[in-house]
């Protein structure tokens, strides 16, 4: 609220960009890393959806509302550590290649399909401490938009994990 921020305006282009959202599919296999990153990128979408209706509605009385600040705040840790993996991660494709480096690409993958639903859930507690009714609904129909992706096999994914930490006798710092 004090202007430090252009949170008003990045929450304005997330709302024209919801209205005209249409869900596609890939015309080919993603790259590695790549669909981490469209979920990353909506996790950081619904941090603006969830911290732009909370300053609307409550303006300069948000700071009185410790739950929905709290879950914000969890919102923008979960972004952050999501992101500073992917990049870690891509850092370590880009330089090592892809067969030295999956170890880390499958950390990331790993945290990020688990962090993803924490932030989803997040953003639920957020928008039902705000509204309800039919506002409600729209609110969390938008948030399904954003939260709508295909899981993986995380049983295998860790399976790999261990596997790969087993061989190299520890994590590969």
């Not at 599919?25 to 911290?51: R, T, W």
């Not at 919102?75 to 480096?101: N, V």
């Not at 688990?114 to 609904?137: C, K, N, T």
């Not at 129909?141 to 261990?162: C, D, F, G, M, Q």
């Amino acid at each position: 609220m004090k202007g430090e921020l252009p949170l008003i305006q990045a929450v304005q282009a997330l709302q024209g960009e919801l209205l005209t959202m249409m869900p596609t599919l890939p015309e080919e296999e993603p790259a590695l890393l790549e669909e981490e990153a469209n979920l990353i990128d909506n996790a950081k979408k619904i941090f603006l959806m969830s911290a732009g209706l909370a300053v609307e509605k409550y303006q300069m009385e948000l700071e009185k509302q410790q739950e929905i600040l709290r879950d914000i705040a969890d919102i923008a840790i979960e972004i952050y550590a999501m992101e500073s993996a992917r990049l870690r991660a891509k850092k370590a494709l880009d330089k090592e290649g892809e067969e030295k480096a999956r170890l880390k690409a499958d950390l990331t993958r790993a945290h990020v399909y688990e962090a993803f639903p924490r932030v989803e859930q997040r953003a639920r507690h957020i928008l039902s401490a705000m509204e309800e009714g039919d506002v409600l609904r729209t609110q969390l129909s938008v948030l399904k938009k954003l939260t709508r992706y295909t899981p993986i096999n995380e049983a295998a994914l860790k399976r790999s994990i261990a596997k790969q930490v087993l061989e190299a006798e520890g994590y590969v710092v």
